[in-house]
């Protein structure tokens, strides 16, 4: 038991904090490099961070898509072939505020602006490779991790442990079973000793604390499969789209919200972009509020799975209240929309984000 539902300490120049949940400020990016620090990294949790002692820990592999049920313990898994990777990991909800306050339509959930993303360098085993040696069979259909928080419980309803099934081609496909965040031990908030890391998913897939996996020659569901993250209500069929998976494009200044400017000399504006579907692009910048654009300079724009640096330079031209854009584009050809299509609980916002910026004589 700790404290509060997240141990790290969260200064409040850092993270805006929502109840067990902590947002980045995006000015916390300003100055650091590609990686997101731990210290700095958003905290999303469904109950409470547990303390889960390593040499203790076994993670137990069972279910009718296995050949015989199959246990590792941490040193196990530590010795066995790694891989190190740069992975954003982005919550559904994030951006969620915004369709609040750009598109007037109420939702419900943690009112995340664009702080709920961000991207570590994870080391650990290909989660295909714990796969085999469990013995998966030809007939497995489904896997679902299962974490070793508290129980979910939500307006009285008892859920269980956060579980959610990922199909058996995306668990073989580029899922780490990982052990480290930028090469030290997981922190505990982030999922210490062992958690999931799905690539391009949404940040539920990546099931933190993971004490067991099922895998299952029949098709899997949970309350997160059924209940919670699908689109629900407006244009969206009656019941709720299908099981949410990869993320859309968006974009962030690394800029504090409502930052404050000197006019009459060149500011240099950061930002970052990144998309579900594949690299970034292209990155545009409006400084007028939409009424022009003009391209930022990508740096290294080769990047899958995770984020893209970008620079623009403004000189404001007089003091005053501007908003700043910034819209991507991936490889799909898809390009971050001007809204977000509504859905009661408020996932998936990827409209261009409105940032304001005062401009002041100095
Ligand atoms: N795993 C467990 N066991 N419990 C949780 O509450 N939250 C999920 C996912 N994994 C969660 C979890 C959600 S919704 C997100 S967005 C990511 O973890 C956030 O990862 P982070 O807290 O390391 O940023
Ligand atoms: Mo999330």
Redesign the pocket.
């Known amino acids: 038991p700790t404290a509060g539902p997240i141990v790290k300490p969260l200064p409040p120049e850092l993270f805006d904090v929502h109840g067990s949940c902590a947002e980045m400020r995006w000015e916390a990016m300003r100055g650091v490099g590609y990686h997101v620090p731990a210290d700095r ?7 409470r961070t547990p303390v889960i002692d390593a040499a203790a820990w076994r993670l137990e592999l069972h279910g009718s898509g296995l050949r015989a049920p199959r246990s590792f313990g941490y040193r196990e898994l530590l010795a066995l072939p790694s891989v190190t990777r740069d992975v954003l ?4 909800g994030n951006g969620r505020r915004f369709f609040t306050d750009q598109q007037h339509q109420e939702v419900s959930g943690t009112p995340w602006r664009l702080g ?1 993303a ?1 991207v570590a360098r994870w080391r650990g085993v290909p989660l295909a490779a714990v796969l085999k040696l469990a013995g998966i069979t030809p007939g497995a259909v489904d896997v679902m991790p299962r ?3 508290p129980c ?1 419980v939500a307006d009285g309803v008892d859920h269980g ?2 579980r959610r099934p990922i199909p058996v081609a995306k668990a073989l496909d580029d899922v780490i079973l990982a052990y480290e965040m930028n090469g030290e031990p997981l922190p505990p ?3 210490h000793p062992v ?1 999931l890391v799905v690539p391009s998913w ?9 004490g067991d996996i099922e895998v299952s020659a029949e098709p899997l569901s949970s309350p997160w499969t059924t209940e919670f993250y699908r689109m629900l209500g407006g244009e969206h069929p009656p019941g709720g789209g299908p099981p949410l998976t990869v993320h859309d494009a968006k974009s962030a200044f690394e800029l504090p919200w409502g930052a404050v400017l000197a006019a009459g000399r060149p500011h240099v504006l950061r930002g970052r972009s990144w998309s579900g579907r594949g690299r970034i692009t292209s990155v545009e910048v409006s400084v007028d509020g939409g009424a022009s654009w003009r391209p930022a300079l990508l740096h290294g724009a080769h990047v899958a799975r995770a984020w893209t640096r970008w620079h623009v330079t403004w000189n404001p031209p007089a003091s005053g209240s501007y908003t700043l854009l910034a819209r991507a584009t991936d490889e799909t050809g898809a390009t971050q929309p001007m809204e977000s299509p509504y859905n009661e609980l408020g996932y998936l916002f990827n409209a261009v984000v409105r940032c304001p910026v005062r401009v002041i004589n100095v």
């Open positions: 990294f958003f905290v999303r949790n469904h109950t990991i982005e919550c559904a709920a961000g974490g070793l928080d979910y442990r956060v908030d982030h999922g958690r949404i940040g539920l897939a990546s099931v933190k604390w993971v």
